[in-house]
């Protein structure tokens, strides 16, 4: 598109991450950074942060905004401040994107490049602010709540529909709060009154929300996981099997056992996930119940886990990510049957 209109033209995918943190273990004093990359620098140079290959954009403001009594109406004003604030950091990108900038590349060519917004990583309930969704449902595709857990959703759901959107609400905007309000809850969206991608050149908020190991597999699943096993075989148990693992190459040794464990970093996910499976071999289950299908559920959500870290996929290894979700699928009716979740 920007070809057409504007030839010769030099992309610049700007890769922008969030996310509120807590600077002090006593007390509540947090801070929320912005940080900023570029897509055309190579992998081994912003993986590293010694490379500097990601800035420090801005420091969001952190509060909560107690003034404000009502908890709904407090949640929307903390929100709607995230999105003004984010709408004044990314001003630039309205006309640069559009438009240009000329910039000196490495080689000493100057170029007419165009930053405009590829990626934005966060959390899940970074996702869902960033893209004004309820909590919930999916930032990305129409999937509500619901329907999230089940096994037989359409492969490849399509992305919500932008320019329905835009339709819908931003009409309702000059009609008052009431009307806004309105169209917003018809559409599931939070009512935010200026979304600060809502003028930003090319971008898409939904194909923008990209998924990561660290959030949504270490964080979003294998959190859980854990925490499920703790359930369904005891914490006493686990941490026993713990202790006894003889010290190996690789393999962190967790003497305290891992159900204990706060704070747990991505580092720390991943070390677990190397004997995860090891842990449960041959634990009986309480009720009688056959621990066979923990096992197969367990082996599944792994498989994906180390195949979805593959630096080149192949229609194998896409079928392969299929298979394993499909398995886990097949098997997870165990932790219902165990009373440790009731949906999923």
């Known amino acids: 598109m920007i070809e057409k209109t504007h030839p ?7 890769i922008i991450s969030s996310d ?17 990359t570029i897509g055309n620098l190579p992998k081994e140079i912003w993986r590293k942060p010694s490379r500097r290959g990601q800035i420090l954009l801005a420091y969001l403001p952190t509060t909560s905004l107690e003034h404000i009594k009502n908890k709904s109406a407090r949640r929307r004003a903390v929100a709607n401040l995230f999105h003004a604030c984010m709408k004044r950091i990314l001003a630039p990108l309205e006309d640069a994107g559009k438009n240009g900038i000329l910039l000196t590349s490495a080689d000493g060519k100057v170029r007419r490049c165009h930053p405009i917004l590829a990626v934005y990583v966060g959390d899940y309930p970074e996702q869902l602010l960033v893209t004004c969704r309820k909590t919930g449902d999916c930032p990305k ?26 339709e819908t609400i931003l009409p309702a905007r000059d009609e008052g709060p009431a009307a806004f309000t309105r169209a917003c809850n018809e559409e599931r969206m939070r009512p935010i ?48 099997r713990c202790r006894r693992f003889p010290p190996n190459h690789h393999i962190r040794h ?28 041959g634990l009986p289950l309480r009720a009688g119940l056959s621990p066979l299908r923990v096992v197969r559920a367990l082996r599944a959500l792994l498989d994906f886990l180390y ?22 699928h097949a098997n997870k009716g165990i932790f219902t049957e165990l009373g440790i979740r009731e949906n999923f």
Not at 141 to 159: F, N, S, W
Not at 215 to 240: F, N, P, R
Request: aromatic letters at 10%; hydrophobic letters at 40%.
């Open 141 to 166: 595709c129409p999937t509500v709540r619901d329907e999230l857990g089940e096994a037989t959703l359409p492969h490849g759901m399509h992305l919500r529909d932008l320019d329905n959107i835009y």
């Open 193 to 240: 009154i200026e979304p600060f991608w809502e003028n930003l050149p090319y971008v898409n908020i939904f194909a923008v929300i990209t998924p990561d190991i660290l959030h949504q597999l270490y964080q979003g699943v294998i959190k859980h996981v854990v925490s499920w096993l703790k359930t369904a075989y005891g914490t006493e148990e686990i941490d026993a």
């Open 8 to 14: 010769g033209a030099t992309i610049v995918p700007l």
């Open 254 to 281: 967790f003497m305290k056992g891992i159900t204990s464990l706060h704070r747990v970093t991505g580092k720390m996910h991943a070390d677990i996930c190397r004997f995860l499976l090891g842990l449960i071999i």
């Open 20 to 36: 509120k943190t807590q600077l002090t273990v006593f007390g509540n004093k947090t801070a929320y950074p912005v940080y900023l």
């Open 307 to 328: 195949l979805s870290q593959y630096p080149v996929h192949t229609t194998e290894t896409l079928h392969s990510l299929d298979e394993a979700l499909a398995r886990f």
